[in-house]
């Protein structure tokens, strides 16, 4: 994009309105006491009908599959039918949270074979993502798949062909994508507000045990309540053992490590917000500091991601960084910065600070200075940042709800998610090159329109 192509500043002054841009331009020329933040709320417009009754299942019921459950629930007109998990704890859980008629099994086929079901999520860790999918969508259950999409680069183009090849609808679990931050930073990037995007990063900071995934075993783990047969049976055979099946996210075997659980949200926001497609270059290095628990993944994990220009986007640079050893217990954000500012993205909020400052030698303008008793006009001026806070608007139900709705109003109107597979296989990709090129040691390459790994 070249520079007098960009989007003008002027341009998305106009879009933001007459009352915010009086306040963006005028504190910084005319009143540098005026208060300088402006506080808009995103609002969601046009509301989600209930239609006819969806009845879901869950095939893995920890954490994130519960969450999910419980955020689908809320949603008029969703049943829970059945609950598929490979640990007995977890089933007799389902049914004191959810009810004791749930049919519960640990073999997720049986739950396929019914036909009372219409859709499935699928919250189990990442090694059986790809598998349960394939088998869903071909047993005609539309598919809310946890992120990462896959666990393997290898595993993206079945998940594609699939959906393709069944019609279902289905959507990847990156909640963030269909939140009414990551909506706002997109129209924001678009109207120019931070000029020419050239940069962007993001960071994830955490100390604690659990954070960082050494997980509670339950007291009556074993091979008795667990059924561990089916779960190593599609990757490297093993005898039991408690901490590969409840602290899976250490291992190479079943989980992503910090890219694939983490790095995965902020390519997808990424993505969402700039049109991209991912990027070309890949390089990954960190290390293994503090947790010495015997898990294969790094605690610390630094990325950097060269995206080449597109039709949407020009190229730009982007820096993840994940650190389980932080004893500021920090804090996680992602930045775009452009050539006129930069914006903080969550789901729910977007935090705009503009660092142009405004200068102009129009004689006209000078001249109104001086009648407003400035006397040297020309002499620069003490600014105050110009930062404007978008919020959601009070009682919003968040991105996890708008984006399990967004699953559940596609399969009722035939429509449109936000995170269908091929955006799951672009945002998980360059997470799993990134281990790639850590465990590797060397920078991985990627064609992010054709999907496929170079080099
Ligand atoms: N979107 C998000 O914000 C978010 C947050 C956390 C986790 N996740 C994703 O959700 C998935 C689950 O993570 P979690 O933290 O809930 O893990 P978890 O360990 O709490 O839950 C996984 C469950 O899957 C079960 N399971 C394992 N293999 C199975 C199989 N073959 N069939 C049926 N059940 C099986 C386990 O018994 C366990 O109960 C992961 O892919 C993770 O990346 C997403």
């Given amino acids: 994009m070249k520079e007098n192509d960009e989007p003008s500043r002027r341009n998305f002054l106009r879009k933001l309105g007459t009352a915010t ?46 969450e999910d459950t419980n955020v689908a629930l809320q949603i008029p007109g969703v049943k829970l039918i059945a609950v598929c998990d490979l640990y007995d704890g977890r089933l007799a859980d389902a049914k004191k949270r959810w009810g004791a008629d749930i049919f519960t099994t640990k073999i997720y086929k049986e739950i396929l074979n019914r036909k009372d079901i219409d859709a499935v999520i699928i919250g189990t860790p990442d090694h059986w993502h790809q598998q349960i999918s394939v088998d869903a969508m071909h047993a005609g259950k539309h598919v809310y798949c946890e992120k990462p999409m896959v666990h393997a680069i290898t595993e993206g183009p079945a998940v594609i062909q699939a959906q393709k090849e069944t019609g279902k609808i289905f959507q990847v679990g990156s909640q963030g994508v269909s939140s009414l931050g990551n909506e706002k930073a997109k129209e924001l990037l678009a109207a120019g507000a931070i000029g020419q995007l050239n940069y962007a990063e993001g960071f994830w900071a955490r100390r604690g045990a659990v954070e960082v995934w ?55 926001s990424l993505h969402l917000v700039t049109g991209s497609h991912g990027p070309e270059k890949i390089y990954a290095s960190g290390g293994l500091r503090f947790w010495n628990d015997g898990r294969e993944v790094p605690d610390v994990l630094l990325g950097t991601f060269d995206y080449a220009k597109n039709d949407m986007h020009p190229a730009f640079n982007l820096s993840l960084r994940c650190n389980f050893v932080d004893g500021t217990s920090g804090t996680t954000y992602l930045r775009l910065v452009g050539s006129e500012g930069a914006m903080d993205i969550t789901w729910d909020e977007v935090v705009l600070k503009r660092n142009k400052v405004f200068a102009s030698d129009d004689p006209f303008y000078l001249e109104k200075l001086r009648q407003a008793g400035d006397r040297n006009p020309e002499r620069k001026k003490m600014l105050p940042p110009e930062e404007i806070v978008y919020k959601a608007d009070k009682g919003y139900l968040g991105g996890p709800y708008d984006h399990m709705n967004n699953f559940i109003t596609a399969i009722r109107t035939n429509g449109k998610v936000t995170e269908d597979a091929t955006f799951g296989y672009r945002a998980a990709a360059p997470a799993l090159l990134c281990n790639d090129s850590y465990f590797n040691n060397k920078p991985m390459f990627w064609d992010p329109e054709k999907m496929v790994k170079k080099g």
């Fill in 21 to 66: 841009a009086a306040v963006a331009v005028g504190s910084n020329v005319f009143a540098a006491d005026k208060k300088n933040d402006v506080f808009s709320y995103l609002k969601r417009t046009g509301g989600f009908s209930a239609n006819d009754q969806v009845n879901i299942a869950l095939i893995g019921a920890g954490g994130q599959g519960s």
């Fill in 214 to 268: 050494q997980y509670p075993i339950p007291a009556d783990a074993s091979p008795q309540t667990v059924d561990w047969d089916t779960y190593v049976s599609n990757v490297h055979k093993r005898p039991f053992d408690e901490k590969r099946f409840f602290r899976w996210r250490n291992y190479t075997n079943y989980g992503t490590g910090m890219a694939g659980d983490l790095f995965v949200h902020l390519f997808s």
